[in-house]
């Protein structure tokens, strides 16, 4: 699923604004543009952030194309140092749970926790998911 980059809770008011400036108008576009180093440093240079920034957003929206994981669980997930839909397949529930868990005071924008169950859920959903960031 592809959201507004204006819609991305986890993204600051000035990187989706920025974004937007260069054409970059959907997760989507993000993706198209950033899934390789070199467009993701191409990206940097457009918006004048910095390529630790992009990484972060790149990162973000890919873990947004995971069934049921919207930009506010991306965020969390990203806080709890899953940074890809390949790690996110592979993770161990109940540690990932613990994790985000941990990590909840760095994402604001998550109104409540997943349970186990729905961590489970999002690792299976996950693995049927296509990498595409490199």
Do not use: W
């Amino acid at each position: 699923m592809f959201y507004p980059i204006g819609d991305v809770e986890g993204f600051s008011e000035r990187l989706r604004a920025r974004l937007i400036k260069v054409g970059v108008k959907t997760t989507r576009h993000l993706l198209d543009r950033g899934a390789q180093a070199a467009g993701r440093r191409t990206l940097a240079a457009a918006t004048g952030e910095s390529e630790a920034e992009i990484d972060r957003a790149v990162e973000i929206a890919d873990l947004m194309r995971v069934n049921g994981c919207g930009a506010g669980y991306a965020t969390l997930l990203h806080a709890a140092g899953v940074t890809s839909v390949t790690a996110l397949a592979g993770a161990d529930a109940d540690a990932l749970h613990a994790a985000l868990t941990a990590a909840k005071p760095m994402a604001r924008h998550v109104r409540r926790l997943p349970t186990l169950a729905q961590v489970r859920a999002c690792i299976a959903d996950a693995r049927a998911v296509q990498p595409i960031v490199t």
